[in-house]
C-alpha cells in the first residue's frame, strides 16, 4: 500500500490548515475584542433581552461546555446551558398544549 499523498490530497490537507489558522485568528481577534468591550463596562451586569438569550444558547449549545468554558465572557457556561434547557422546555410546553 502506498504511504505517500497524491498531490491533491497534500494541497487539500495545506488549505485546510489554513482555513483552521485563518478561523483560530478570528476568534482570537473576537476574545479580544470582547475583552476590551468588557473592560470598558467595568463592573455593570449586562441585562440581555430574551431574544439574546436564546441566541446565546443556541450557539453555547452546538459549542458545548469545554469550548464554552473557553470563549465564554459576559455569562458562564452552565447560565448559557441553563437557557438552553429552559428553551427546549418551553417548546415542549408549548408542543404540548
Not at 10 to 35: C, F, K, M, P, S
Not at 36 to 59: F, H, P, S, T
Request: glycine share 4%.
Amino acid at each position: 500500500m502506498k504511504t505517500f499523498l497524491k498531490s491533491w490530497q497534500l494541497l487539500l490537507l495545506i488549505l485546510a490548515g489554513w482555513i483552521n489558522h485563518r478561523q483560530q485568528d478570528v476568534v482570537e481577534y473576537l476574545r479580544a475584542e470582547n475583552r476590551v468591550l468588557r473592560e470598558k463596562l467595568g463592573k455593570k451586569r449586562i441585562l440581555l433581552n430574551d431574544d439574546q438569550r436564546r441566541r446565546l444558547a443556541v450557539k453555547g449549545k452546538i459549542l458545548g461546555r469545554r469550548s464554552l468554558e473557553q470563549l465564554a465572557t459576559i455569562v458562564s457556561p452552565d447560565t448559557i446551558l441553563r437557557w438552553h434547557r429552559e428553551l427546549v422546555t418551553a417548546k415542549w410546553t408549548v408542543a404540548i398544549l
